[in-house]
């Protein structure tokens, strides 16, 4: 069997898998030695991608109002909603919300669908709130939405600057390239900008842990610092840019001050600021690469715009190793982009202009076009909560985990009179909402493409044959088509025919100077379209670009790049309260829909937490581990505190990945107030002003099942992590004692034992369902060791009293999982350094082969292999 090559669902670096055997659901894959992005590479989660294709929990069939119906049922119901909705109240009272895990082709019928023949042009992406600032600046200085740079850049350049990204945990592939080429060449630099210390911060050269969102100060001095000392491209600037002289002054009036001025407001020792300056003048090859800590601002599209600027101001664009290079977090946020995904976008890079719209609505032969942007994802929503949105489909995403400010979802959610959802799980937040249902197709059973952050178009393969039901989106979206009579538009046998009219669209009529083009894709046949390797955008004579603007022709009617004077914005101050940083784990991804259900992925970090500096934690009487309600207006979740010095004073941080399917009371969007890019309308998730206090708890319990009766939770906050076939669930109660509780479930249990310690054991066994395993404490109970609990509840169900007391002291821990790829974890790195002592990070690496598969867990590795030199030298 020769090995079929796909593409991970993942994140934006677009990795290839390589699936040797393939047919069922057991599978095991590895990375595509061939493929551009990660030349055999992949992270933790795509090795793990295996795991995540079992059916339990999936929607195999349509749900109207709850109740099974065939598609037949729910397409009519859903032509008839759109129907009603448009002729009693116009065609801006439907509404599509996309994502970024979506294809290519099943995005460009949403928004034919919607801005060709609905005549609405409300159609945006969770893509909003990943990547839409950086779009919006592209777009102004370059003309287009156009990432010039590539990944091999990262590797060639002698200078890499990330701001606003851990890449180490966000991206570890692309980290392994950088880290692998910094090895070696040991003159390459790496400056990491993030008020955290990371896993990324920890290998840089240089760490600037500046004051939180003070990052546009520190570009525009950068800026200024290189017209002061002589370091502009004069030549560059004045053949092919425009704008610079506005702003130049606009950035002298912000952080024109001395340096010495300037490091204190960004809250950083003026010689680590006079040291980056200097790095940066002085090295041409540099490479600036940001994602959400630059996005998720009020001001991200300035800030991605400032740092553009510096780019044009020395030339360092359109050549190797030197390019402004925004990283995507979604799989195909690039692909949406290129087909229109976002309210403000016509497909194939055009807008609204008059011209465009023509232009496009001719090609589709368009019997209603939208003549002017839609809602963007946060006004959408807000409309909806006014009532405005009628019908409402979701493709692919969970808004109720994701925006900002979840009430004002949750009331939007239930002012719809028609809320659609097309999703492959059961259950999760937003699916409560859902009056239709429909079961879309998974990763291993869609088909079609998905482009990553550097431009490469890769083609998603199915393996396997859809379950139950299940559709591509892009065939229901037909569908309906047909119904309303656009039919003829919609005749779409495969995701060849979709692909192949969007690489029409691409071409057709283009102005000379748009970058992007699928020329000569549009021809290919069935079999050419299956084989299609991955390929760069624009296409020249068949072939792919690594680069654009080689030529310094920018995609603007004039050629020249575009300056843009901008002042970035400061976040609110927050007086006594903490500043919440929010981002993402290592082996998580998003709402944890996939990563969630896989234990392996769940024991590198397996808490909820709130990550506190230990000053915040005694001021605020907070201990590690103690629950915690973290809240301000906008709302309040709760989480268990992790104190750590890796935090700097007056801010937290809290993982995005947690929701109400994880978590009782739900994760981080309920903190995050709506403040917007007043451009790209994208969300300031990285700065909400927010309390954080200690939860009294009278009863601690551990409980181990499946489904639980609702009784068992009333009353109680708790966290829940996947187990092989059951799920572990941490439980507070912070109003109930042990006798209060157990007085409620007296027919419930089975077994009753009290020990000395003050514990109280429950095995509960209701009716045809499994055994639930159940234990109360007045006292904090430990939580047993993953590991052991799965190797002990396959072998057999071992009595509360066992675990409970192995997990506290008689079953010795297995230690802190640091290598999910090869399973290594501190004890066995400890273990190691103790029988070797002195050795170095490479031969830890060779014997047990941590960090060597994605390389996200190098930097711990390195702190136990320095921990180790402490103490021999301490010894």
């Known amino acids: 069997m020769t090995a079929l090559k796909t593409t991970c669902p993942y994140c934006g670096v677009g990795c290839g898998v390589s699936i040797p055997e393939y047919g069922n659901r057991s599978i095991r894959v590895s990375g595509d030695d061939h493929h551009t992005a990660n030349q055999g590479r992949l992270c933790v989660k795509g090795t793990h991608l295996g795991d995540t294709l079992p059916l339990k929990q999936r929607l195999l069939r349509p749900k109207v109002k709850g109740e099974t119906v065939a598609w037949s049922t729910a397409l009519d119901r859903i032509s008839s909603a759109l129907d009603s909705a448009i002729t009693q109240h116009g065609s801006d009272s439907v509404a599509f919300y996309l994502s970024g895990q979506m294809l290519t082709e099943d995005y460009y019928v949403a928004n034919k669908l919607a801005k060709g023949f609905l005549g609405t042009a409300n159609v945006d992406t969770n893509s909003r709130l990943c990547m839409s600032s950086a779009v919006a600046a592209y777009t102004r200085a370059f003309g287009e939405d156009a990432v010039p740079g590539c990944y091999e850049d990262l590797e060639l350049a002698d200078l890499v600057v990330l701001i606003g990204s851990n890449l180490a945990w966000a991206h570890p592939v692309l980290f392994q390239r950088l880290q692998a080429a910094r090895q070696a060449d040991p003159n390459k630099k790496l400056v990491v900008i993030d008020p955290r210390v990371t896993e990324t911060t920890e290998v840089?050269?240089?760490?600037?842990?500046?004051?939180?969102?003070?990052?546009?100060?520190?570009?525009?001095?950068?800026?200024?610092?290189?017209?002061?000392?002589?370091?502009?491209?004069?030549?560059?600037?004045?053949?092919?840019?425009?704008?610079?002289?506005?702003?130049?002054?606009?950035?002298?009036?912000?952080?024109?001050?001395?340096?010495?001025?300037?490091?204190?407001?960004?809250?950083?020792?003026?010689?680590?600021?006079?040291?980056?300056?200097?790095?940066?003048?002085?090295?041409?090859?540099?490479?600036?690469?940001?994602?959400?800590?630059?996005?998720?601002?009020?001001?991200?599209?300035?800030?991605?715009?400032?740092?553009?600027?510096?780019?044009?101001?020395?030339?360092?664009?359109?050549?190797?190793?030197?390019?402004?290079?925004?990283?995507?977090?979604?799989?195909?946020?690039?692909?949406?982009?290129?087909?229109?995904?976002?309210?403000?976008?016509?497909?194939?890079?055009?807008?609204?202009?008059?011209?465009?719209?023509?232009?496009?609505?001719?090609?589709?032969?368009?019997?209603?076009?939208?003549?002017?942007?839609?809602?963007?994802?946060?006004?959408?929503?807000?409309?909806?909560?006014?009532?405005?949105?009628?019908?409402?489909?979701?493709?692919?995403?969970?808004?109720?985990?994701?925006?900002?400010?979840?009430?004002?979802?949750?009331?939007?959610?239930?002012?719809?009179?028609?809320?659609?959802?097309?999703?492959?799980?059961?259950?999760?937040?937003?699916?409560?909402?859902?009056?239709?249902?429909?079961?879309?197709?998974?990763?291993?059973?869609?088909?079609?493409?998905?482009?990553?952050?550097?431009?490469?178009?890769?083609?998603?393969?199915?393996?396997?044959?859809?379950?139950?039901?299940?559709?591509?989106?892009?065939?229901?979206?037909?569908?309906?088509?047909?119904?309303?009579?656009?039919?003829?538009?919609?005749?779409?046998?495969?995701?060849?025919?979709?692909?192949?009219?969007?690489?029409?669209?691409?071409?057709?009529?283009?102005?000379?100077?748009?970058?992007?083009?699928?020329?000569?894709?549009?021809?290919?046949?069935?079999?050419?379209?299956?084989?299609?390797?991955?390929?760069?955008?624009?296409?020249?004579?068949?072939?792919?670009?690594?680069?654009?603007?080689?030529?310094?022709?920018?995609?603007?009617?004039?050629?020249?790049?575009?300056?843009v004077a901008v002042q970035p914005a400061l976040p609110d101050e927050t007086g006594q309260s903490l500043r919440l940083n929010t981002g993402r784990l290592r082996d998580q991804w998003h709402s944890m829909t996939r990563t969630g259900l896989v234990p392996g992925l769940t024991e590198h970090r397996q808490e909820f937490c709130i990550s506190l500096h230990p000053d915040d934690a005694r001021r605020l009487s907070i201990e590690a581990g103690q629950l915690c309600r973290i809240h301000n207006d906008q709302g309040f979740f709760a989480a268990l505190a992790d104190v750590t010095d890796r935090q700097q004073p007056g801010q937290c941080f809290a993982a995005m990945h947690w929701n109400r399917h994880h978590a009782s009371d739900g994760g981080v969007g309920r903190c995050i107030p709506v403040i917007t890019d007043p451009i790209s309308g994208q969300p300031e998730s990285k700065h909400a002003s927010v309390r954080v206090n200690p939860i009294a708890v009278k009863t601690y319990g551990l409980l181990i099942a499946d489904q639980v009766p609702p009784t068992l939770l009333e009353g109680a906050i708790w966290f829940r992590t996947k187990l092989n076939q059951l799920s572990l669930w941490q439980l507070y109660f912070p109003e109930h004692s042990v006798a209060q509780l157990t007085e409620d479930w007296p027919e419930a249990a089975d077994l009753t034992l009290a020990d000395t310690e003050g514990h109280w054991y429950y095995r509960i066994q209701p009716k045809a369902e499994e055994p639930l395993w159940l234990a109360l404490s007045s006292q904090p109970l430990a939580r047993p060791d993953a590991l052991w609990l799965e190797n002990n509840l396959q072998e057999a169900r071992p009595r509360l009293d066992d675990w409970i007391r192995g997990s506290e002291s008689g079953q010795p821990s297995n230690g802190q999982l640091i290598c999910t790829c090869t399973g290594v974890r501190d004890t066995d790195i400890e273990a190691f350094l103790q029988r070797q002592p002195g050795s170095s990070v490479a031969q830890v690496q060779a014997t047990l082969g941590c960090s060597t598969v994605c390389g996200s867990c190098h930097s711990e590795v390195c702190q136990l292999v320095g921990k180790a030199e402490s103490a021999m030298e301490l010894g």
């Open 204 to 563: 840089a050269d240089l760490h600037l842990a500046l004051n939180p969102g003070s990052d546009g100060l520190l570009l525009n001095g950068l800026l200024c610092w290189l017209a002061d000392h002589g370091h502009l491209d004069q030549n560059f600037i004045e053949a092919h840019t425009e704008g610079f002289t506005d702003s130049l002054a606009s950035a002298q009036a912000q952080s024109g001050q001395p340096i010495a001025e300037l490091a204190q407001a960004c809250g950083l020792d003026e010689a680590d600021l006079r040291q980056f300056y200097c790095w940066f003048s002085a090295t041409p090859r540099t490479v600036t690469a940001w994602s959400m800590g630059i996005n998720q601002s009020r001001s991200g599209v300035d800030k991605s715009q400032a740092i553009i600027n510096l780019h044009l101001a020395t030339g360092r664009i359109g050549k190797a190793g030197a390019t402004p290079f925004s990283i995507t977090g979604q799989p195909n946020a690039m692909g949406g982009r290129e087909v229109g995904g976002l309210a403000n976008q016509l497909a194939s890079h055009m807008d609204f202009s008059p011209n465009h719209v023509e232009r496009v609505g001719r090609f589709w032969k368009a019997q209603t076009m939208a003549t002017a942007p839609g809602l963007k994802a946060v006004e959408l929503f807000e409309a909806a909560a006014q009532g405005k949105i009628k019908v409402l489909w979701i493709m692919a995403t969970n808004p109720l985990a994701s925006l900002p400010d979840a009430k004002k979802v949750r009331e939007a959610l239930e002012k719809v009179e028609t809320v659609i959802v097309s999703d492959v799980v059961t259950d999760n937040d937003t699916l409560a909402f859902a009056d239709i249902r429909l079961p879309a197709l998974a990763w291993g059973e869609k088909d079609g493409t998905m482009t990553n952050s550097e431009r490469t178009l890769s083609r998603q393969r199915s393996f396997l044959l859809p379950p139950g039901e299940a559709q591509p989106d892009w065939w229901a979206m037909a569908e309906v088509a047909k119904r309303m009579g656009f039919g003829d538009a919609f005749t779409y046998q495969n995701s060849s025919d979709v692909f192949r009219e969007h690489a029409g669209l691409s071409t057709f009529e283009a102005d000379s100077w748009r970058q992007f083009n699928l020329a000569g894709l549009d021809q290919l046949s069935a079999r050419q379209y299956d084989e299609l390797k991955p390929l760069q955008w624009p296409i020249r004579d068949g072939q792919g670009s690594a680069r654009l603007f080689t030529d310094h022709r920018f995609a603007t009617p004039s050629g020249r790049a575009r300056f």
